[in-house]
């Protein structure tokens, strides 16, 4: 079934086109954390990271009621494909503040910060319009025995695209070893135009769904229909129970992914390529732990595995504090490498 949907217009494009907007996200995403924190040396540096990830989902707070009441009353493939255009601009002012980025007057460099702050925000206000949207439309395209299959591939490559954007975020933003940049700034640019362009295309080639209900009426004031979504949410005992369950889980890991690169940097003393690694372990250990889960739940969802996950999450949470509160840099001065760090039992118990 999986090959099937992946060779269908059906589903194809969308899988395309939201794997390449959470890739271009994430990547932008990792590369303003290791800009701001290993090259531009801004003293508020860590607060500025946490930021980034508080930049980046924010909007899903505000606009994803909007995002829903939009995919209802419009044709879902054209408001991927508008949502798509409009997403060229942000990628345009990424590309601009990463060319900032390398200038070699100090005061040019230094405003990319900010221009790359408003690029994260416009990524994240547009895949909060966009999320409805692309689990709304499998019931459109997919029978109800192929909507597990979807969802899965759905939710796979968002967490693909959050690992391969994390990765070539950092890598992109590393030094090789003559203290230049792995990829230019001109590289990077591209590579954010790239992605948006692709993501274009696959939303052109999404299969009309027509409207859903045309005379449904736009809520203007976002807070509005952002705590009407929340009051029909708790309306619903296990719908809410379920959310906060859920957003317990993503506060969590937000928390976690927001700390983890002034972490190492300031506890550790590790490179760009080490907080770049501690990521990349953060976002498998989430893979890994959806496999495991899905394995265990079989047929049907195992509610009793939440109560463990959880308790197993604050033991680590615990492990990790005990960890690092007495850790000092694992190289004197210089930076340490992903095995000097890795070489140390401190290291290797918090990856």
Known sequence: MFKDLMSS???APLFWCQFLAALNDNFVKSALV??????LGAEQGAALVSLAGAVLVMPAFLLSALGGELADKYDKAHVAFWIRVGELPVALLAAV??????SAEPQIAQASVPVLFAALFGFGCWAALFGPMKYGILPDHLSVRELPAGNALV???TFLAILLGTIAGG????????GQPAIPEWGIAALIMTFAGLGLLSAWAIKETGRG???LPITRNIFASTFRLVGEL????RLWIGGLITSWFWMAGIVALS???TLVKDVLGGNEQVATMSLVTFTVGIALGSFLAARASRTRPNLALVPIGALLMGLVAFDIAWTVWAATPVSGGAAASPLAILGTVTGTRLA
């Open 9 to 11: 217009r059906r589903f």
């Open 34 to 39: 290791i800009l701001v924190l290993y090259k």
């Open 97 to 102: 503040g990463f060319l900032m980025s390398g």
């Open 155 to 157: 939710e796979g490559a």
């Open 171 to 178: 890598f992109a933003m590393a030094t090789n070893g003559t």
């Open 213 to 215: 209900d045309p005379g």
């Open 234 to 237: 708790y309306s619903d005992r």
């Open 259 to 261: 700390l983890l690169p």
